[in-house]
């Protein structure tokens, strides 16, 4: 089971909590007097450190923010049994940023992309069921859980579940009311969500209007919002108001491991079959909301304030998570008159059945006051939230944001939140019913199974058991299951879930934040909360202890100030400027594929810049130089005992990189370079392929793979060696920390190990790297050139996993001219030799196809880049620059059998102050 949209959803409520709390916040600017307004517009600033809307203007000026954060789960309570499940982890990049375009409108954008994995909750079942959380033994000995959420429980004539031994399965002979989560694996997916702001002021008010986009494999979404601000009462007081709409579409991927298993009869008419019989069941729905909201925000004295505002939201439409199943647990009314004995109920999985139609109303209110004697602000909200569902919360918070000593500051802050039940939650239902398939034998003894709804038959089984329509066609029955399961549904309640999140709960949760102002206007921040859920910290008292768990969130981020930056009176403008008047000190930049490929020109410069590189592999695969059928990659591209059985068709990379550089002296920049990256891969059966040895990994399903997470980090001296009129050279001497994990595994499918995912698909080299090269630039008026060689060589025999990849070894060669003196067009020449990969896995991996095979990577490759730089020179964004550049593979030589390469894309921004 995958991690699925309302896991993230309310991971994304935690977050807006914290962006909320922020923007209550940002209407303090021009209402405080000097001191005291530093403290409060610091501490609406460095609050929890997370996302922000791109909406809100956090400070006067335009700046940048880059950040990362990583969020995960402690373990959850299986009540002995152990799990080979790791907890749900997310990792999350972020980079956000407002620019005036002029004296009164600003343009405001956010980018966040999250991966997310591990295992999470499918259901809950009674603790005493011989299925939910089933021990796997291997060797006699109980190495984790496998989820089953078919089952049986005995009951005694009060329908009371009697108990098991969590770890044998052996009855009790007492009753046991507790309940237990059934955990499922989660493989490793990703969300890009895009948001863009336009916005204008007026002396005493401002609009803005947003609009955006979230898209990941099974969710897709696009949203829009207006809002504005309107000052009385010379600026002590703002009224705010806001309105959004967000359109969703759900396509969700059954998992094709349970999908059999779970009866999804309410969703019929909403599923289709993609993938043929190794496809999958795509639920499809869509769902809209609305929110709109107003505020106040009143200055009571010089060093105070209250924020308070009232919002609605409406949603309609497919409002259930499609990967939460509800276990009903079917009695047989006959059963209950039987006086002598225990009762066995019938365990099914239902998928959940939420109410289409929500209404929230929340309020909200915060009070802020600086504390002249500390220097500091105390920040002290609360927020009531009432819904149609039942789930009434309060949530109470208070932070204190304390500036210290060299431009550190510090902010604790604690949390605790109470959440009632929603009236349709239940932990499982009970109904006294028989579940059954309505079938019968012909007289040739076959099962004939007809429709429960209009009683004509449906499906036949045919001698060799396999599952046919009435006119011969084979049928694949998890597709049929829905229309020959026979259950009343009357007798169930109209809507029911499972899902822990919506029981009623308690939680508590501390933090900080540390935020460091370095020169220039650039700062440094880190933060970390600590979360607890727990069933006994509602109001009230909960009953839903057996889903208490904790969590916690990390972060850190740089920020830039562009207008304190003073970009404008940079080295960079002034080298422009002098280019202008003659000379020859401005410095045309490298094409943006070039890594290490260009150094600061004065002491003390700094540079904060973003890399962004994709890379496509899909079409024919390749053997060499050429292509090859399906036949071939069975025979030969495997290993002479494994025959290949699949082959990707698609795989993409997408590489996320800050850039962070500092010229300490003239002659030498110092770089760092952290890396977020994520790829996926779509797989194919081969032709004829053979099958799947029992006990082994067998890939089924559309969903493809996935992975994302830090990279690989990149740190860099670079030395300069030449700098005369119209020639430069450095060296670059660095080095790749194996920051990226190469141990990712693929989830369990039909209770079988899969192991380590393809050596392509993991996130770094997991090694330590030496990656040196040697660059030359030259230029003469419009016209410019270069070129540099440098390599990576693995400075260990193998990473934890086993495996080394293969050195590189790269040269390249570039010409350009300029279109204009701030546009430069680039062609580039490129060639690039890499090793296969050294060793194996030295443990369990799939083993499907070429891409598991060490090989079948690596070769030899040219290609031809064509790229566009550009240059602002002077004013407002005086130090930016961007870059651009495709790389159009021209011929290959692979090592091995490979997909083929489709071509590269490199884009660039820096600032340079």
Known sequence: MSVRHLDKLQYRHRKNFHRAHQSHCSQLVAKKSKHALHALTSAALVLPGLLMSPNVQTAPGDRINFQYGRYEEGARNLYGVPTKYAPISVDVLHGNGIFSLTDRTKFSFAYTQDTWSGATPITTTPLGTDGGNRPLTINQVVVGASPLINSKVLLDHDLNPMGRDPLTKQSTGVVDPRSV??????????????????????????????????????????????????????????????????????????????????TKTAYQDQIIRKGGATGSDILRGSRSDWVANIGLTQVLTKNSLIDANISYTH?????????????????????????????????RALIEQRPNIRNQIALNAKY??????????????????????????????????????????????????????????????????????????????????????????????????????????AVDEAIARPKITYYDDTLLPKSFSSDHRLAGFGALSGGFTLTKRLWKGVELETGFEYYTRASSMQIGGGNSSFADFDYYVANAAIKIDMERSDATGSPFAQSHQNHRAGTHEFHKIPPAGIMFGHMLPAKGD?????????????????????????????????????????????????????????????????????????????????????????????????????????????????IKLLDIAGHRAHI????????????????????????????????????????????????????????????????????????????????????????????TASVRGIYTWQGAIQRDFDSLSSRIGSMDFP?????????????????????????????????????????????????????????HF
Not at 438 to 458: G, L, P, T
């Open 606 to 718: 700094f540079m904060v810049g973003y890399r962004f590189m994709l890379g496509k592999t899909n079409g024919n695969m390749q053997h060499g130089t050429h292509a090859v059928i399906d036949q071939t990659i069975i025979d030969q591209g495997c290993s002479d005992t494994i025959p290949c059985r699949f082959t990707p068709t698609i795989m993409n990379m997408h590489m996320h990189m800050i850039d962070i550089m500092y010229a300490p002296t003239r002659w030498l920049n110092v770089m760092l370079m952290p890396t977020f990256m994520d790829m996926d891969m779509n797989l194919r059966k081969l032709a004829n392929a053979p099958p799947a040895k029992p006990g082994t990994h067998d890939h089924q399903g559309v969903g493809g793979h996935e992975t994302g997470a830090i990279g690989d980090t990149y740190l860099s001296g670079l």
């Open 181 to 262: 989560l059934v955990m499922s694996a989660a493989s490793p997916e990703t969300r890009r969500q895009a948001t863009f702001g336009l916005s204008y002021e007026w002396n005493e008010a401002a609009i803005n209007v947003s609009g955006g986009f979230s898209r990941e494999k099974d969710y897709k979404s696009s949203f829009g919002s207006i809002g504005g601000r309107m000052d009385f009462n010379q600026k002590m007081t703002t009224l705010k108001f806001n309105g959004s709409y967000t359109d969703s579409e759900i396509g969700a991927i059954l998992d094709h491991d349970p999908a059999p298993y779970i």
């Open 368 to 473: 802020i006051h600086h504390i002249d004697t500390f220097n500091a602000a105390l920040h002290l909200g609360y927020r009531l939230s009432v819904d149609d569902w039942g789930v009434n919360t309060h949530t109470f918070d208070a932070s204190w944001v304390q500036p210290l000593a060299s431009d550190w500051t510090l902010t604790p802050r604690i949390r605790y939140y109470s959440q009632d039940s929603a009236n349709f939650y239940r932990d499982y239902l009970l109904s006294k019913q028989t579940y059954q398939t309505k079938f019968y034998f012909d007289e040739q003894n076959r099962q004939i199974y007809v429709n429960r709804k209009n009683s004509e038959i449906e499906y036949v089984r045919d001698a060799n058991l396999q599952l046919i329509d009435k006119d011969g066609n």
């Open 855 to 911: 090989q079948n990577y690596g070769g030899q490759f040219w290609d031809i880049g064509f790229g566009l730089n550009a240059a602002v020179p002077r004013g407002k964004f005086a130090g930016n620059r961007f870059g651009f550049e495709w790389m159009q593979p021209v011929s290959n030589d692979f090592n091995g059998f490979q997909l083929d390469r489709k071509g590269s894309l490199a884009a660039t921004w820096s600032y």
């Open 732 to 823: 670059s001497i660095g080095f790749s920390a194996p920051t990226g994990k190469v141990d990712i595994k693929q989830r369990r499918m039909h209770r079988i190990d899969s192991g380590l995912i393809h050596f392509g698909m993991q996130l770094g080299s997991g090694t330590w790297d030496f990656m040196p090269s040697l660059t030359y630039q030259g230029e003469k008026k419009q016209l410019s050139w270069g070129m540099q060689v440098g390599g990576t060589k693995r400075m260990e025999d193998k990473n934890k996993s086993g495996y080394r990849l293969g050195d590189i070894f790269q040269t390249s060669v570039w010409g350009g001219v300029d279109l204009v003196p701030w546009l």
């Open 315 to 347: 949603s309609n439409g497919f409002l259930e998570n499609p990967y939460k199943v509800m276990s009903v647990i079917f009695v047989n009314p006959a059963d209950l008159n039987n006086s002598s004995g225990l009762i066995t109920g019938d365990v």
